[in-house]
């Protein structure tokens, strides 16, 4: 486990998520929007909206209509903005327009589920999270790493084997080990640099 971690640190030492932000309120709308989307098409969607609404208040101001106009490309768009304009309002409410530490305070918020919690308790907070999303999950499976038949299965074992000095990163590493290399239709299993650690029973052969 150690080594496995080991090699995936030394290819990015500073693993970080390939959504666009410059605060903890960014991060957090992104992460809401980046459900059932790519981080590509929110990358493009936030950086038309965060230069005109990157507070709580500012996008409170654009109101629910405004903020569709900025995110109408994104997947299930008019669900998402609803519940940005809510969470918007609750931490202008009780939280002075700061996003919260606590896991139970960001789960509390509208359209924010424990994966998103995880993302930002790890991105913004420091802590040693692990955000089990498609990628992970299929990761974690098929390598034989942390097999769960749900999120929280594969989470809960990740929690458990992954050695104290690389469960900052993991979250990070793992994410994007299965969306450039162990990728759901055709894992690149030749230039895999764990390959010889992986307990996969098909793998690809170099073309």
Not at 5 to 24: C, I, K, M, Q, V
Not at 78 to 105: F, H, M, Q, T, W
Request: contains cysteine; neutral net charge.
């Amino acid at each position: 486990m150690r080594e496995l971690f080991a090699r995936l640190a030394e290819l990015d030492p500073a693993p970080t998520t390939e959504l666009e932000y410059a605060t903890p309120f960014e991060l957090l709308v992104a992460v809401v929007l980046s459900a059932q989307a790519t981080d590509v098409g929110v990358n493009k969607a936030t950086r038309r909206l965060y230069p005109v609404a990157n507070t709580p208040q500012a996008i409170l101001a654009l109101g629910e209509d405004g903020l569709k106009r900025y995110i109408s490309t994104i997947g299930l768009f008019n669900a998402k903005a609803r519940n940005v304009i809510a969470l918007c309002r609750i931490l202008v409410d009780d939280y002075d327009g700061e996003v919260p530490r606590s896991r139970e305070a960001l789960e509390a918020l509208p359209g924010v589920g424990r994966k998103t919690a995880n993302v930002v308790l790890n991105t913004v907070f420091g802590e040693g999270t692990i955000a089990v999303d498609t990628h992970i999950f299929r990761v974690a499976n098929r390598t034989g790493l942390a097999p769960g038949t749900d999120v929280r299965a594969v989470e809960d074992g990740l929690m458990r084997v992954v050695p104290e000095e690389f469960l900052l990163g993991a979250h990070h590493w793992l994410i994007l080990h299965g969306r450039y290399v162990c990728k759901a239709r055709k894992p690149d299993c030749p230039h895999c640099v764990i390959r010889d650690l992986c307990r996969y029973p098909d793998k690809t052969p170099a073309d």
